[in-house]
């Protein structure tokens, strides 16, 4: 409405229906312009934050730089974490390069090193799948392997990482058997399978605290056929010569004292359980036959 048409002419006077009208039209403008106040504040508001806006423009840096960056942080700042990122990013701006094949690697081996044995384990994992044929796939499933190594929790919780550590050590030693990694491979499944003994002695030892010599049996048996290399060996032994001559089968009490002496004769167990034999006014005599003397002829034991 415009301002030419609310003036009145002059001696004249609005009659009622149109004074109606111009009111209904004030009110109607100040309803607008109301309606307009935080409409505009609004658009005002999104064109400032446009302008105001931080440029997240991407900007790729080269390889290079990035991965001696990583190498820079990991071996002089030894910050861990920060040099695993930097070789991250090598992988995401440039992953069918070269040097993202090498940072996979160094991103594994700065996890390792930072304890993060779960991350380590995963880019590990992706590199040995990517480059199976890379001369370094040899180390990176080395890592996995002591990952899953440096995680082996003690005899009195479950055993499941260890038995992870043992595939994966057993892997090294099996895929890459002339590397430079294979002995210390080697060394360390002998420790697992030294841990997974000590479990089955541990829980052996409670039921035979509790006399139930069935359930000991079997835990030291386990012992004796799987892992006759470790150092429980001899305990297990001595404890399968008391616990069947505590259940009155006295054949294998005796083939297992006689093992136990044959393998190991300056033994403290082996004392034990020659003592228990005689005490039943028994020898110990090998059976060839039995479970006990097979386990330790398979490996040349004996």
Not at 70 to 99: C, I, T
Not at 243 to 250: E, K, L, T
Not at 274 to 299: C, D, H, T, W
């Amino acid at each position: 409405m415009s301002a030419q048409r609310m003036t009145l002419e002059p001696g004249k006077s609005l009659g009622r229906s149109s004074l109606a009208r111009a009111a209904r039209s004030l009110r109607l403008a100040a309803g607008l312009i109301a309606l307009a106040i935080p409409l505009s504040g609004c658009g005002t508001g999104a064109l400032w934050d446009k302008f105001t806006a931080k440029d997240d423009t991407f900007n790729e840096e080269p390889a290079d730089k990035l991965y001696n960056e990583g190498l820079y942080l990991m071996n002089q700042r030894k910050d861990l974490k920060a040099a695993s990122k930097k070789f991250e990013e090598v992988d995401r701006q440039h992953p069918y390069s070269d040097w993202a094949r090498k940072s996979l690697l160094m991103s594994a081996y700065s996890f390792y090193n930072a304890g993060d044995y779960d991350s380590c384990i995963g880019a590990a994992t992706r590199y040995v799948t990517l480059h199976p044929g890379s001369s370094d796939a040899a180390y990176a499933q080395y890592l996995i392997a002591a990952s899953h190594y440096d995680q082996i929790p003690d005899i009195s919780r479950d055993q499941g990482r260890t038995e992870k550590a043992i595939a994966a050590l057993e892997e090294v030693i099996r895929k890459y058997p002339t590397s430079e990694y294979a002995n210390s491979a080697k060394a360390k499944l002998e420790g697992a399978r030294d841990q997974l003994a000590g479990k089955e002695m541990d829980v052996g030892r409670y039921y035979m605290e509790r006399r139930d010599y069935t359930a000991a049996i079997n835990r030291f048996k386990t012992v004796v056929t799987r892992y006759q290399t470790t150092r429980h060996v001899e305990e297990a032994l001595a404890r399968l010569t008391e616990a069947y001559m505590a259940i009155g089968i006295v054949g294998e009490a005796q083939t297992a004292a006689a093992v136990l002496g044959h393998n190991f004769p300056d033994s403290r167990w082996y004392k034990d359980a020659y003592n228990l034999v005689k005490s039943g006014g028994l020898e110990p005599s090998e059976n060839k036959g039995s479970y006990i003397s097979r386990a330790f002829k398979k490996l040349g034991l004996g």
